[in-house]
């Protein structure tokens, strides 16, 4: 017997959530307090997004946000991620073609009256197709879920006054002093700003970049 396939009545309302969750801090748990007070979608519509992103393994059973969640967030993966989640929640349309999300919608749309078995024109079949391309409009389905991209790093030494940076390294760099042996040792700031990311390759890259581009050259 056919699993439902997930849908929204208002399909919109999932680009309006997807939006939001890109630029928010990952939740604990994603709730409906969270729904409507960090990402600011109230009502009945956007609720109902949670369930849909249940089915599309974004989200586990207890609202506890998923590996393809967490690389949904991040630019380097959230278009493999999104591709993940659509094949995941619509499992049923790609067991008949694997290639689904290429069709034109007419023949998307006839696919999924064929597994719903209702009657042609019906409204719940076209709040599924709607949904899928919309969901589909955040996919990637030729990039790899599991590398991330690395994205380019902007660092620059800064003077000791600009204090409001979220975190700073110093590096100690011996001068010898005009007369006497007696090394002077002075010292500078690196201010970091670092991105919003669980994804810890993107931390990885940084220090690296910094290793490489910043700290090797003071030693020389």
Do not use: C
């Amino acid at each position: 017997m056919s699993t439902k396939l997930p849908y929204l009545a208002s399909p919109g309302t999932v680009k309006t959530v997807l939006d939001k969750i890109i630029t928010a801090r990952t939740p604990e748990r994603f709730t409906q307090d969270f729904l409507e007070t960090k990402l600011g979608a109230k009502g009945g519509s956007a609720r109902a997004v949670i369930p849909l992103l249940k089915r599309i393994g974004m989200l586990e059973q207890d609202g506890s946000p998923t590996d393809i969640y967490r690389k949904f967030r991040n630019n380097g993966t959230s278009g493999a991620a999104m591709a993940k989640a659509i094949r995941h929640g619509y499992k049923e349309l790609y067991d008949r073609n694997e290639y689904v999300h290429e069709l034109e919608k007419p023949k998307l749309l006839e696919i999924v009256n064929e597994i719903s078995g209702k009657e042609k024109g019906n409204s719940v079949d076209s709040f599924t197709v709607s949904t899928f391309l919309n969901l589909k409009e955040y996919s990637d389905f030729e990039a790899s879920f599991e590398e991330a991209k690395n994205e380019p790093l902007d660092v620059k030494p800064t003077t000791s006054q600009e204090t409001n940076t979220p975190s700073s390294t110093a590096q100690r760099t011996p001068i010898k002093q005009a007369q006497g042996d007696t090394p002077l040792a002075l010292a500078y700031s690196i201010n970091l700003h670092l991105p919003e990311t669980d994804d810890i390759k993107v931390f990885d890259a940084i220090f690296r970049s910094l290793n490489n581009n910043i700290l090797k050259q003071t030693d020389g």
